[in-house]
């Protein structure tokens, strides 16, 4: 079983920054795509970011790209989210989640993601 938990989330006011992270245990995860994504109120969970189980592979939404950027650390066995330029649509709740399929390069469905952290909220103020 594998136990995610992500931190880093708080208040930011627009254009700020924020770094998420995302530790597992219970699993090494040096094998397996990890990825992140999120949910506003009211709304389905979609896709931010992806990356492979090597970190060769990143794989962006188009409302993040060029902001974001995923990146992993296996010997930390953490995955993390840097966002820059953050903006008001960016608020939402933000989970990690893993591909239990070995050397996944990161896929962008949903479904593809067995496990999940319980969420960490990030709010941008205008």
């Known amino acids: 079983q594998v136990q995610l938990v992500e931190s880093g989330g708080g208040l930011v006011q627009a254009g700020g920054s924020l770094r998420l992270s995302c530790a597992a245990s219970g699993r090494t995860l040096n094998s397996y795509a990890m990825g992140w994504f999120r949910q506003a109120p009211g709304k389905e969970r979609e896709f931010v970011a992806a990356?492979?189980?090597?970190?060769?592979?990143?794989r962006y939404a188009d409302s993040v790209k060029g902001r974001f950027a995923i990146s992993r650390d296996n010997a930390k066995n953490t995955v993390y989210l840097q966002m820059n330029g953050l903006k008001p649509d960016d608020t939402a709740v933000y989970y990690c989640?893993?591909?239990?399929?070995?050397?996944?390069?990161?896929?962008?469905?949903?479904?593809?993601?067995?496990?999940w952290g319980q969420g960490t909220q990030v709010t941008v103020s205008s």
């Open positions: 989640a893993v591909d239990s399929s070995r050397y996944g390069l990161g896929p962008r469905d949903i479904s593809e993601y067995d496990y």
């Open positions: 990356i492979s189980w090597s970190g060769g592979s990143k």
